[in-house]
């Protein structure tokens, strides 16, 4: 008798379907010692079933180790999280991985293979295909020796340049990261102590989870009408991280350069990177909005302890739920809360705030109460529109409000709704760069304020230093005393900052236009598009 993979047959089929699609990876030699481990002929019963038992644990991690997801140990270090998600939530995120088309198509392959193999010996076809596969094809070499990076220009505003054309290997790689955070340590945006006369203004930080450019384009609403009301917009502007958490502790430092992930959970290393209590030694009061609980992941926590904002929430008490979250819990309407931060403010004797509103309307899981079935894109546009709704119309209240106000739009990270090779939709463990990047701008309100020019649009790469640089142009040059402004002025030669993002063990590096991404700190790869 003959021996065969059998039913394992299927499992290298859908293998080498998907690796044709570059949907995959392929590993010859560890996939042919399963072929080997499979097709070893045993006589014994018990070593037969051993080996069938033990075989589908091998499969699942061969399977993983052949796609370009991240490492299994980052699903278990998340699992504490993941046990908080509504069931209803977990399922879904199943679907992202295997949809009900695919397993239609597995179905129907599976009868297929059934017949087939009742003709054909399948086994020799799947060998045969495996090692055509495995018959490397040539292609251009770009990583070889390493080159040394050869700085241009330095100083506490600006990155050291450095040459990015030649070959480029880990050793390449990891220098570059190196002397970018080496870089970022001396970088520091500073407030004059002049600033405290400046006329009166509040600033608004809204701070929105998961939307960047990308999902903001695959929604089709790139060209809503908010995006036009705004003074200033950073064209390429670096989030730095994929996760709620960090990106907001990275906001409340934004004085100061880029700091490695693993230094946001201790102090900085100034009281100068904190830009609220910059603004507080100012004059400025603190005001800290949420349309969530704040509860998950420890929040609210992790701003007090790592971002020493000592706002206290603001009450929700009285307003109607509008979502439920991803954990089951309430999340209140953007345009409802906003509008009660506004009526608060006007009764707050307080010359001038500083208020940060932090919203998680478009979370990933997130259903809409009164459409509790939408799921996944179609779900995420109907509250990514609602969401742009409720801003435009909060922006033209604070136009009828007569006050002086400038408001900050700058979003933690991207939903990554579109998917890559190494994230499902949703998944934002990587912090790839479409997840990064994020919609960053400036709108100056005020009823007697002028702007000259139109609206500025910040091309250069940057991030929170940049911010934390505007907001200390706008005390030092006092536009609300001299009734006017111009974008180009308030921006031009802001800070500039490479795409360097990072969450717990991953980080993401754009060198000569690409990027990089290295999941243990040492070894690099392009990240696959």
């Known amino acids: ?47 037969k079933l051993v080996r069938a038992i033990a075989a589908f644990p091998i499969a699942f991690y061969l399977g993983h180790y052949d796609s370009f ?70 292609s251009p070499q770009q990583v070889i020796a390493p080159v040394a990076a050869v700085p241009v220009a330095t100083s506490s505003r600006a990155t050291t340049e450095v040459d990015e054309s030649g ?59 908010l995006f036009k009301e705004f003074d200033i917009m950073f064209d390429n502007f670096s989030a730095a991280t994929s996760y709620s958490g960090p990106a907001l502790v990275r906001l409340l430092r934004a004085s100061c350069g880029q700091e490695p992930h693993e230094a946001l959970f201790s102090d900085a290393p100034s009281q100068q990177c904190y830009l609220f209590d910059n603004l507080a030694k100012l004059g400025y009061g603190e005001n800290l909005m949420l349309n969530h609980n704040g509860s998950f992941d420890n929040f609210t926590g992790l701003l007090k302890n790592d971002g020493h904002l000592q706002a206290p929430v603001m009450s929700k008490e009285g307003l109607s739920p509008y979502q439920a979250a991803f954990d089951g819990s309430d999340i209140y309407r953007d345009e409802d809360v906003l509008n009660r931060w506004l009526t608060n403010r006007g009764k707050d004797p307080q010359e001038k705030v500083v208020a940060l509103y932090n919203t998680i309307s478009l979370h990933d899981g997130n259903r809409i109460i009164k459409n509790s079935g939408e799921t996944g894109m179609v779900s995420y546009k109907r509250r990514l529109k609602n969401l742009l709704d409720d801003l435009y119309t909060f922006f033209d209240t604070l136009k009828k409000s007569d006050r002086n106000i400038v408001v900050v739009l700058v979003p933690e990270h991207g939903a990554g709704m579109r998917g890559d ?59 609300y005393a001299k009734g006017t402004f111009d974008p180009k002025a308030l921006s031009e030669a802001l800070p500039k900052t490479k795409m360097v993002a990072q969450n717990s063990g991953s980080t993401v590096l754009e060198y000569n236009n690409k990027p990089y991404v290295s999941l243990d700190d040492q070894t690099w790869q392009e990240y696959p598009q």
């Open 167 to 225: 070959p480029i290997n880990d050793s390449v790689l990891n220098e570059a990261k190196q002397n970018f955070f080496d870089n970022e340590a001396n970088r520091v945006s500073t407030f004059t102590d002049s600033s405290a006369q400046s006329a009166p203004f509040d600033l608004l930080f809204l701070s929105i989870c998961s939307v960047a450019w990308d999902d903001i384009k695959i929604a089709g609403l790139e060209d809503h009408p």
């Open 1 to 47: 008798m003959m021996l065969g993979l059998g039913w394992w047959n299927l499992y290298f089929i859908i293998k080498l379907a998907l690796f044709s699609q570059g949907t995959i990876g392929f590993h010859p030699i560890e996939n042919f010692a399963f072929v080997i481990y499979l097709l070893l002929p045993l006589r014994h019963k018990i070593l």
């Open 69 to 138: 997801l991240p490492p299994l140990d980052r699903l278990w270090g998340q699992m504490s999280g993941l046990l908080n998600f509504q069931i209803s939530y977990l399922l879904e995120l199943a679907s992202r991985f295997v949809s009900l088309q695919d397993l239609l198509a597995i179905i129907v392959l599976a009868f297929a293979y059934y017949f087939l193999n009742r003709i054909f010996r399948v086994s020799i076809f799947v060998i045969v295909a495996m090692i055509y596969f495995s018959i490397p094809t040539p």
């Open 421 to 479: 090779r190494m994230q499902i939709s949703g998944m934002r463990e990587i912090p790839a760069a479409t997840i990064v990047h994020t919609p960053v701008a400036m709108k100056i309100f005020g009823p007697n304020m002028k702007r000259t020019g139109e609206t500025y649009h910040v091309k250069a790469p940057s991030s929170y230093l940049a911010i934390s640089t505007l907001v200390s142009r706008l005390l030092e040059q006092d536009i």
